[in-house]
């Protein structure tokens, strides 16, 4: 997995992890809103931007190889996952809470969907459309995508494979919270936008109902994208939760 670290090692680490369909880069609007000199880990997942040349093959092979990459590290992180990357962030806490110190899950879907095998072959035959620069317009205005960063996610489009894709979207579809979240010992935190689907406010529920000590929060105004929505915000959040640790 690609990654770029910023910090010097040995500080407690802030581990960004991407949606999919993004890659790394979709945290820097945020980034540089956070105290300058903390440590903050930027993988790209596999299949995704700079590691499109790796296959998403599972959410399991992807929280194992991000283990490996924590174990790097000298003290625990806060794992902070958008979407896709906040259902990581849920297994990550869940399975290694030794690497976790804080987990912060950002529209994480956690109620499967029932229809999910029509939905993947609907995906399977539509999938050369993420290629096609108009049709990639249109979804990152979906992802609420700065400009500064539209060739970025036309890029990352374009490279993804079909077989990421449709793995990537079927462990998403198909994902409920593990049996080791209640168990989760650190402080989390569950964002959802107030204009997200139902799906997504009943899924910041089950987590939060799952895990009781964890903080839910409703960011109003925002729909399915608030770190590129709110980045100074979050920013600010992330560094209040952690007691000024980056700074």
Known sequence: MHRETFGQAGEAPLLLLHGGGVAGWMWEPMRTHLPPGGRVIVPDLPGH????????????????????????????????????????????????????ESAVVISAQAAPLRA?????????????????????????????????????YLQTSSTMSRETLLNAVEENLRFVPPA????????????????????????????HEALPHSVLEVVDGCGHGIPLQRPLWLAQRLDAMRGGASG
């Open 116 to 152: 999910v095998r029509p939905t993947l072959a609907l995906l399977g035959a539509t999938a050369g459309l993420a290629k096609n620069e108009r049709f990639a317009r249109l979804q990152a205005r979906e992802l609420f995508v700065p400009e500064a960063h539209l060739d970025d």
């Open 49 to 100: 931007g700079r590691s499109a040349d790796e296959t998403y093959i599972s959410h399991n092979a992807t929280v194992d190889a991000l283990a490996s990459l924590l174990e790097g590290e000298r003290r625990p992180a806060t794992v902070v996952g958008f979407s896709l990357g906040a259902q990581l962030a849920v297994l990550l806490a869940a399975r290694r809470p030794d690497l976790v």
């Open 180 to 207: 080791g979240w209640p168990r989760f010992p650190g402080a989390a935190l569950i964002l959802v936008g107030s204009a997200e689907k139902k799906l997504m406010s009943r899924s910041a529920t089950a987590l």
